[in-house]
């Protein structure tokens, strides 16, 4: 996003404004990203116009448990967020840091110099700004810069999309970033859905977003269309699925050797997919690749997990044998040590994790049962 | 002058071996020159790199060399997987890739007026190595200055010349023990740990530098303890798996510490919680 703005007036577009603005960043060169239907979820995609978006789609989601309806007021936002998340358009799952050619003394690198894509995110959560904010400490904000992150973070614009329907599985309240945003977006919309009218309010959060909004047909919001919007995100405050205990670091912290990790290993496949639907975890590996001829190599980055036995791989063997100190690494290092490390916490409260694992174990869950399990009920 | 650093710190520099020393049946010394230029490699005791063999990968490995000598950069690397592997059928000549120096160092400035206890085992001496140039360069600034070194074998006591060479200097003390003797071994047999309660410095003001296998490194910071050596004067040197060296990948986390970056040489008490608990 571009340089954020002091105050800014909420405007309120409808159906055919918001086709405006995707079409406005289109016609900027940018690539749209939203919410669009797929597989039987609702992932990102490209979104050329407003038909693209998932209208009058609500998904319902429980531990373990993801499925979507028709709804029929034709909401365009009305569902909680899906099993992708913005890191893959920011740190792909894979992807080629260098190539290397040998030389008749050595080698010499290249450096990937694939062309920065031009972004823009449509329908950024309040859980998902905070997870951008979180990444922007690891991979751009330390000693070193992850170069791929910090550019194309620089040229995405984040049109964010207040939650007026939170999740079954939801918690951002407790983590603090929604369900309203605070910072960090270009655009913020608020859906209002209503019977004779549908509209979004919208506020401008940057220079840039300002300028867009001044190219769509918009009209100021009245005091109505404000104060629909407040209840809807009261009322999306109170209807959060989960909770986070408050003092869930120092009860990890405290909680290391609880036998609680044997219990919870005795569930947990060890899959990975919490990690992967993660907005925040940034864990990759890297691997050397060469050619048949041995005279091209490339070195590729991929995702990684925490919950693989390799992960841990030092000569003499895997430091973090079992699931449950597996396990362990995953949720202290989420909830309490992110917070050594970055200053902030690592979960966002977006609830992806609980949805979709396997065997819909809980993390909010896990960690009052640490708590109980040590008396500091 | 230092070699400048790329600005994709994930990029590696390509330098040429000079010299390949053979140290022991499976440990090696390699000899580092950039092919590109570019003057002495800078860099602190305690500080590592990463090594890159051409289509094999990249492994992290401790400097060994001298910080103060202008000449080829130090690594001395045991061959234990595949690149330490690929590295080992190397040749002078031939060209590997370097990433660093990265992580933190042994705190030598700290331990100035104070009787310095270094505490290795095996390959361990290797990483301790530019910390002995360093104490031995500065000798009036520090106490007592002592080297305890645990190997396997006799035939698995690295550096063995330079030992020799250090033992018979009148300003400082080392000692060394075996697991298992062998051949014509008349020194001592057992764990380093064992000489840690015999040695003669003032527990009450030492610094003590700790780097070996964790299990070593555990009961040395345990007989420390009993001979009175504060956590908070106590280093060590941790290891964990690294792919990047520079605390984006996430493999080398040590509960809330990267050992890539605030790593890999801790101040004790900042890890103690966490050093005890297994498979953090």
Redesign the interface.
């Known amino acids: 996003m571009s340089r954020p703005v002091a105050t800014a007036d909420v405007r309120t577009i409808d159906r055919e404004g918001l086709d405006a603005l995707i079409r406005a960043l289109g016609a900027q060169g940018r690539r749209v990203i939203g919410p669009v239907l797929r597989d039987g979820a609702i992932v990102t995609g490209p979104v050329t116009s407003v038909d693209d978006l998932p209208a009058g789609v609500v998904d319902h989601q429980e531990a373990g448990g993801y499925h979507l309806e028709g709804q029929g007021n034709g909401a365009l936002f009305h569902h909680g967020v899906g099993p992708h998340t913005w890191k893959r358009y920011l740190y792909p799952p894979v992807r080629t ?2 190539t ?1 050619r ?1 030389v008749r ?5 290249t ?1 990937n110099a694939e062309p920065t894509p031009r972004q823009a995110f449509l329908g950024v959560r309040g859980c998902d700004l905070a997870a951008l904010s979180a990444l922007d400490r ?2 751009r904000d ?3 810069a ?2 791929c992150y910090a550019a194309c973070r620089a040229e995405a614009l984040v049109i964010a999309v207040n939650c007026t329907r939170p999740g079954g599985t939801c918690f951002c309240v407790s983590m603090g970033g929604g369900p309203k945003v605070a910072a960090g977006y270009d655009l913020a919309l608020t859906e209002l859905p209503g019977e004779d009218r549908h509209v979004l309010l919208v506020e401008a959060g940057s220079e840039a977003g300002a300028a867009l909004l001044a190219g769509l047909p918009s009209e100021p919001a009245d005091r109505a269309a404000l104060a629909a919007a407040e209840a809807r995100l009261a009322e999306a405050v109170d209807s959060m699925g989960r909770d986070m205990i408050p003092d869930v670091a120092q009860v990890l ?1 405290d909680g ?2 609880s036998g609680h990790w044997d219990d919870v290993a005795r569930r947990c496949l060890s899959c990975a997919n919490c990690t992967l639907v993660c907005p925040t975890c ?5 691997e ?3 050619d048949l001829t ?1 005279g091209e ?1 490339r ?1 590729e ?1 991929r995702w ?1 997990s ?1 919950f693989t036995l390799d ?6 063997g895997h ?4 699931g ?2 597996r396990y362990r ?1 995953w949720i ?2 989420k909830l ?2 992110w ?3 970055f200053g902030t916490s690592g979960c966002t409260g977006c609830g992806r994790c609980i949805t979709w694992c396997p065997v819909g174990i809980d993390i909010t869950e896990e960690a009052k049962a640490i708590k109980n399990r040590e008396g500091r009920t | 002058m230092s070699v400048t650093a790329a600005a994709d710190p994930m990029l590696p520099e390509p330098f040429g071996i000079l010299r390949k020393r053979r140290e022991l049946s499976d440990t090696f010394t390699l000899e580092l020159s950039p092919l590109h230029g570019g003057g002495t490699f800078a860099f602190r005791p305690g500080q590592f790199n990463m090594l890159y063999v051409f289509g094999v990968g990249e492994i992290p490995i401790s400097i060994s060399g001298d910080p103060e000598d202008d000449g080829p950069l130090v690594h001395t690397i045991r061959a234990v997987g595949t690149v330490s592997g690929a590295l080992r059928d190397m040749e002078a000549g031939d060209v590997i890739g370097v990433r660093g120096p990265f992580g933190s160092a042994w705190p030598v400035e700290e331990a100035e007026g104070r009787d310095v206890v270094l505490v290795t085992g095996g390959v361990g001496l290797a990483p301790m190595r530019p910390v002995i140039h360093h104490l031995l360069a500065h000798r009036q600034r520090y106490g007592k200055l002592l080297i305890l070194y645990g190997a396997r074998t006799p035939e698995d006591v690295l550096f063995r010349k330079q030992l020799e060479q250090w033992r018979s200097r009148f300003d400082m003390f080392v000692d060394v023990t075996v697991d298992r003797a062998t051949g014509k071994w008349r020194g001592r047999v057992g764990v380093v740990t064992k000489l840690i309660a015999r040695a003669g410095f003032d527990p009450h003001d030492a610094a003590a530098f700790v780097c070996g296998p964790e299990v070593m490194m555990r009961f040395s910071v345990q007989a420390l303890n009993e001979r009175g050596v504060a956590d908070e004067r106590i280093h060590l040197s941790m290891e964990r798996n690294m792919k990047c060296a520079v605390g984006f990948c996430g493999h080398c986390q040590f509960g809330g510490q990267f050992v890539c970056k605030d790593g890999p040489v801790f101040r004790f008490d900042a890890i103690r919680d966490i050093f005890s608990v297994w498979e953090v």
């Open positions: 840091l260098w290397a040998r003394r050595g080698f010499e690198t450096p690891v991979l330390g000693p070193y992850d170069p912290r290391l050797t940034f864990c990759s590996t890297v050397d690749v060469t041995g190599a070195r980055r990684d925490c992960f841990s791989y030092i000569h003499g430091i973090r044998r079992g449950d100190s690494q202290t290092h309490a040590h917070h050594d490390q």
